[in-house]
């Protein structure tokens, strides 16, 4: 089973629906991560989380909100979905140091 | 200004060739940065992470950070196929707290 988990790994939803990403870990790490990522623009951080009472705003926050369930389990939700939410979502996990963050292999999200 | 900066390519290289892949951040504070590939369609995987001023090198990679003039870079030797790739430039905030500012990443093309 991988590190991180991500479901689904693909989703089309309609404009206006609430949709909910999904992200389980078997890393033992406090800090997990949602970003987003658009071609041209890169990775953008969404929200954060340094331990199951502590969630933080990234850079792009806007339209998004998230449950931190255990410290195993971080949920993005999109409150509703918009189609400039289409995006490539990643879910990661870090400890402190130099290993960096373990990503999930992705939810593409297509917004019609 | 963009904080972290790269080109976004693509770098065209041939097999057995070196290829060096450029990044630049805009906080002088920044501590730790990472180098990132890539693969289309896939999750970002960490392929070295360096802190001090100087060259790390690690296999056919080395990384090279100068502090003073903001700028990291990532140097493959003996380039092949199989590096094609993007490669994402990701620097530490300088509070800490392993949250990752990534650049836009350089696609690299490795040709035969």
């Known amino acids: 089973d991988a590190d991180v988990t991500q479901t689904p790994r693909n989703r089309i939803t309609k404009t206006g629906k609430r949709i909910m990403l999904e992200c389980s870990q078997t890393k033992g790490h406090d800090r997990m991560y949602w970003y987003r990522q658009d071609p041209g623009l890169g990775l953008r951080l969404i929200y954060y989380?340094?331990?199951?009472?502590?969630?933080n705003k990234g850079e792009i926050s806007d339209g998004y909100s998230v449950s931190r369930q255990a410290q195993a389990k971080f949920s993005l939700s999109l409150e509703s979905a918009i189609p400039n939410q289409t995006a490539l979502y990643f879910c990661?996990?870090?400890?402190?140091?130099?290993?960096?963050?373990?990503f999930g292999s992705g939810t593409r999200l297509t917004v019609v | 200004q963009k904080e972290v900066e790269q080109n976004s390519g693509p770098l065209s290289v041939p097999e057995g060739a070196i290829a060096s892949l450029n990044c630049t951040y805009s906080?002088?504070?920044?501590?730790?940065f990472f180098w990132y590939r890539q693969y289309s369609g896939k999750s970002p995987e960490l392929i070295m992470f360096i802190y001090s001023n100087g060259d790390k090198e690690d296999g056919r990679f080395t990384a090279q950070l100068n502090k003073a003039s903001q700028y990291v870079s990532l140097l493959i030797r003996d380039s092949q196929p199989s590096d094609s790739a993007t490669y994402l430039c990701a620097v530490e905030s300088p509070g800490g707290g392993n949250k990752l500012t990534f650049g836009t990443g350089t696609q690299l093309k490795v040709e035969l």
């Open positions: 990661a996990t870090s400890e402190k140091g130099e290993d960096g963050y373990t």
């Open positions: 906080d002088r504070g920044s501590q730790s």
């Open positions: 989380s340094f331990d199951v009472k502590d969630i």
